[in-house]
């Protein structure tokens, strides 16, 4: 399934195109040029997308073995700075200059970095003025200093760092050392400035945490899921079952992002109706909700659904970034009540649910049908299909899921 959300791949480069240094508006606490701390992963590469001269070596980096575990990280190597998202929610936290020669930014109508400007100490202390003692990291002999959303890393020499072991550190000395040399920028991190943490190098970059949710965004919604019946949209509070007319999706939901007929499934030959298809269309037909991470199939004939499909986005799977994430609550079938917060981990299925923990909830999958997203040459690799009494989920080759499928029987 395609979608206009976004494209993205783990390296991109556009001949011809400028690749020199660029200068980017810095709002402390906010962001820097296109990118406010808080975005999602797939409005960040709408942006790379529409600025293609400009963003034309990206790299996407995420751990594989446990994607959860580990950052999500949108790197620019040609500009010198790169971007951290939460894994969970997928939504930018951190944004690091790692080379401030690559990137000149700009702070109201002045400049800092790039390849003509050496940015010292006594540059960022005559932009962003005077501001509390600083923390010197003696293992990584940086010097870093805070203000509201944003810090500074200095590199200070071996030689020096006597200066800076007792706590108390002398303004006069970070103009300039006594060989006449002067601190040079080594990292820049911007960072929501609400919970007034201090966020520099090493350790305490997991101080930095994605900002609330503006009220009533549908941004990763709860979606409580019960097998065989329906799905219930917590901040909207609507319940679609199964059966249910486009006319009711479309008063429920508002419009689909797309709709596509759907192609033939390839796992027909296993069912024993029809195994020899007359073509690769039936007159079955999905609408897509690619912001909520959905899609529903609704019935060629009677024009009532189906099947749902949650997806789960996560690096590595061939539909990255075509969907949302959706956040899910997949409810045991023995489960009468709600779910709490408190039992999700235990009694129920979310995205961050590993196969072995279903098979613990729902017994053992037996054998899995291999699915190879319609290409011998997907570079993603295959995923393992399973199939539940009402269920079937696709997982990939870390042991995560990739997609639930839904439906009645």
């Keep these: 399934m395609m979608s206009p959300i976004g494209s993205v791949a783990s390296s991109r480069k556009c001949q011809g195109t400028f690749t020199g240094e660029i200068t980017l508006d810095l709002r402390p606490g906010v962001g820097i040029g296109p990118f406010t701390i808080g975005m999602p992963i797939c409005e960040v590469f709408a942006q790379v997308n529409e600025q293609p001269n400009v963003f034309d070596m990206v790299h996407l980096k995420d751990y594989d073995e446990d994607p959860l ?3 999500v990280v949108i790197s620019f190597p040609d500009h010198g700075f790169h971007l951290r998202f939460d894994p969970q ?3 930018l936290r951190l944004i690091e200059v790692f080379d401030i020669k690559r990137l000149q930014l700009r702070y109201i109508n002045k400049l800092i970095g790039g390849s003509s400007m050496l940015a010292t100490f006594a540059v960022v202390y005559e932009h962003f003025g005077p501001t509390f003692p600083g923390i010197y990291d003696e293992e990584r002999s940086l010097f870093t200093i805070f203000y ?7 590199s200070i020499p071996k030689q020096y760092s006597h200066f800076f072991l007792n706590g108390e550190v002398v303004t006069e000395l970070l103009f300039e050392f006594p060989d006449g040399t002067t601190p040079v920028i080594w990292r820049v991190s911007i ?3 609400s919970p007034d943490n201090k966020v520099g190098v090493g350790s305490s970059l997991n101080k930095a945490l994605v900002p609330p949710l503006p009220a009533g965004s549908l941004y990763m919604e709860k979606i409580y899921a019960k097998l065989g019946e329906e799905l219930w949209f917590t901040i909207g509070g609507q319940h679609i079952p199964f059966g249910s007319s486009p006319q009711d999706v479309w008063t429920e939901l508002g ?3 797309g709709i596509h007929q759907k192609q033939v499934d390839q796992m027909v030959i296993h069912c024993a109706s029809d195994p020899q298809p007359r073509s690769t269309l039936c007159s079955d037909y999905f609408y897509n909700y690619f912001s909520r991470g959905l899609d529903i199939l609704f ?3 009677t024009h009532k659904i189906k099947k749902f499909v949650l997806h789960t986005n996560f690096p590595g799977h061939a539909d ?3 969907y949302i994430k959706c956040n899910f609550v997949l409810c045991n079938p023995d489960a009468e009540e709600p779910i709490q917060e408190s039992e999700a ?6 995205p961050s649910t590993k196969w072995e923990q279903v098979k613990d909830i729902l017994g053992d999958g037996g054998r899995a049908a291999i699915q190879t997203q319609g290409s011998k040459n997907n570079p993603f690799g295959s995923t393992f299909v399973y199939g539940y009494h009402n269920v079937a989920f696709e997982v990939m080759k870390n042991n995560y899921i990739a997609t639930v499928t839904l439906f009645h029987t």
């Design 69 to 71: 575990k580990m950052d």
């Design 89 to 91: 929610c997928q939504r």
């Design 148 to 154: 509201l959303g944003l810090s500074f890393a200095f």
């Design 191 to 193: 960072y929501d400035n």
């Design 255 to 257: 419009r689909p992002c």
């Design 299 to 301: 019935d060629g004939k």
């Design 320 to 322: 990255f970034n075509t």
């Design 345 to 350: 981990s235990k009694n129920y299925i979310t």
